[in-house]
């Protein structure tokens, strides 16, 4: 397709710079009456140029728009390709919308310099090449005059290129501060409506989108600067040319047919370099905007799989160990996470993380599906180091129920089949029947092929919870995390997603997060954790007798569930 593009640019080009050649034969030769029949084949020749130019420009515009929305769509592929790759501690640090900004807005803005801007760039470069080419044939002495002005017009071309470059990455970056705003208080638009936050939401919005007004205003200023000075030197410099010209006709030493031939080069070389100026301006915005993306290319996750991952048993046998591990998260370096966790899961067995909230409980599971990696310690999954497992192999042996489910906008049985992309419509259903949610799917209007609102909004709580467990259900790895799985439910829906999760942890290794502790009463093992250690372990009875944080808990939560 590149290919295309320069063959009709060149035939596009050859085709405009053509028509001065006509011109001037028809000035030195055409007008007399002994050359009428020159007239014709002019005219002819002429409407074969204008078929030429209309056919290749044409095929220039189709060739470079192609290029454009495939290089785009390849760029937006492989940025999202990186995004999704970039593990939780980036997007702590980078806000999502400014991160969407990125992979729309500065994308478009390449895409329009790649479909528009950059087809004119070739086609005025060749056309202006060309263009003094043939004035050099037509008139040495006139073509150093126009040499003499060209580094009047590019130096401020320059100049003015790289302020508009500046000042498009700054508009750029204000652009995505008001996206990822309103993006973030979109999403939350219950609590925003609920505390009666719209005008204030508003306002703040439209102060960002006045400061990203004020930043293109900027931009488009120094653009206008920039084309305003170069197609004022352009002109003069036409000016002064057709000047000298006149007066070498009126001495004799030129035709006149010679000087409108120059001329037309001239004014084909100056309009090019007029284009030129404009379509600079572009670029250097679609610079910015790529400077932008290259850096979220650049960004080298802090998790990774190894060059040589090692060997992991096959099939798992979901056999999990953490070996005195210490953690904090990058936005809290002062406050450890965990301090010198011990545990040991062996297979089969269903454990339950209990404690006090901020106590670590949610981070050993953040650990094992390496979100992060620990700052001292290890952790084995199937006897193998998990940072030195492949990544992808290590979480497909982990399936997850969380306290917020992750619903998308899409049919139930795409949200089912999330967990494992490759299963049929039967082993949805399957998975449906196991987690107790076939019934309430069947009732809905389009049963499986319902599709659901942003984030499941449509369904309740215990809807999404088993939709979520289903989906674990599918997955059908050895080791099942629950983290808060029920905390948020009412009693009803409480006891049908316990029900439910009943037939998923058998035989599967199960970590279990619970603040309910009358959840995981029947838990084979109960690990009671503080401010990130180990404090307690054992049985619920055991537990319970102990005198300790969890029978301390128990009677409290117990407590009030009987006064409930």
């Not at 970039?86 to 803005?109: C, I, N, W």
């Not at 895409?111 to 060749?126: E, F, Y």
Request: aromatic share 8%; proline share 3%; with cysteine.
């Amino acid at each position: 397709m590149v290919l295309a593009t320069i063959v009709a640019l060149l035939f596009a080009a050859l085709a405009t710079l053509a028509v001065p050649l006509g011109v001037r034969r028809m000035i030195d030769h055409g007008f007399s009456a002994e050359n009428s029949a020159f007239i014709d084949k002019y005219f002819v020749m002429m409407i074969v140029v204008g078929l030429v130019l209309a056919v290749s420009s044409a095929a220039r515009f189709y060739c470079v728009n192609w290029l454009g929305e495939r290089v785009i769509a390849d760029l937006r592929r492989d940025v999202f390709a990186k995004l999704a790759t970039l593990s939780p501690a980036f997007y702590e640090k980078t806000h999502s919308g400014e991160v969407m900004s990125r992979l729309t807005a500065d994308t478009t803005q390449i895409k329009v310099a790649i479909g528009t801007a950059i087809s004119q760039t070739l086609r005025n470069l060749v056309l202006f090449l060309g263009a003094l080419v043939m004035m050099f044939f037509t008139s040495a002495k006139l073509s150093l005059l126009v040499l003499s002005a060209i580094p009047l017009i590019v130096l401020p071309l320059v100049g003015y290129g790289r302020v508009v470059r500046r000042l498009s990455r700054h508009a750029q970056d204000t652009v995505a501060k008001s996206a990822a705003y309103a993006a973030e208080n979109l999403a939350a638009v219950r609590t925003m409506q609920a505390y009666t936050n719209e005008a204030t939401v508003t306002t703040r919005f439209a102060e960002a989108v006045n400061e990203s007004f004020g930043a293109a205003r900027l931009r488009m200023r120094a653009r206008a600067g920039l084309t305003a000075i170069t197609i004022f030197l352009v002109f003069a410099s036409v000016v002064g040319i057709l000047w000298y010209g006149a007066s070498e006709v009126l001495a004799g030493t030129m035709t006149a047919g010679r000087l409108g031939q120059f001329v037309l080069y001239a004014v084909f070389a100056a309009g090019a370099m007029g284009e030129l100026s404009e379509v600079w301006g572009e670029i250097q915005q679609a610079a910015g905007s790529a400077e932008r993306l290259s850096e979220l290319l650049l960004v080298r996750s802090e998790v990774r799989s190894p060059a040589k991952p090692a060997h992991m048993p096959d099939p798992s046998y979901g056999e999990i160990e953490f070996d005195n591990v210490s953690f904090h998260y990058p936005t809290r370096p002062d406050v450890a996470a965990l301090d010198g966790v011990s545990l040991r899961v062996t297979r089969g067995e269903t454990v339950a993380l209990v404690g006090p909230s901020g106590s670590g409980k949610s981070t050993i599971i953040a650990l094992l599906l390496r979100f992060y990696d620990p700052m001292s310690g290890q952790i084995n999954f199937d006897g193998v180091d998990i940072s030195t497992a492949d990544l992808e192999l290590l979480r497909r042996r982990m399936a997850m129920v969380p306290q917020d489910v992750a619903l998308f906008a899409d049919t139930i049985a795409e949200n089912i089949r999330y967990g494992a992309p490759w299963a049929s419509d039967d082993d949805v259903r399957r998975a449906a029947r196991a987690a107790l949610a076939d019934e309430f799917i069947r009732e809905l209007p389009q049963g499986y092929e319902t599709m659901l609102g942003e984030r499941g909004a449509t369904l309740s709580g215990g809807q999404r919870q088993r939709i979520a467990i289903a989906r674990a259900i599918l997955r059908d790895a050895p080791v099942l995390l629950l983290d808060e799985a029920t905390s948020a439910l009412d009693a009803e829906s409480e006891t049908l997603v316990q029900k439910a999760l009943e037939g998923v942890v058998r035989g599967s290794t199960t970590l279990v997060i619970a603040h309910r502790l009358s959840t995981v009463q029947q838990a084979d093992r109960i690990i009671v954790i503080d401010k990130g250690r180990i404090v307690e372990e054992g049985t619920h009875a055991e537990l319970r007798a102990s005198g300790g944080l969890y029978s301390r808990l128990a009677k409290l939560q117990f407590a009030a569930e009987a006064a409930e």
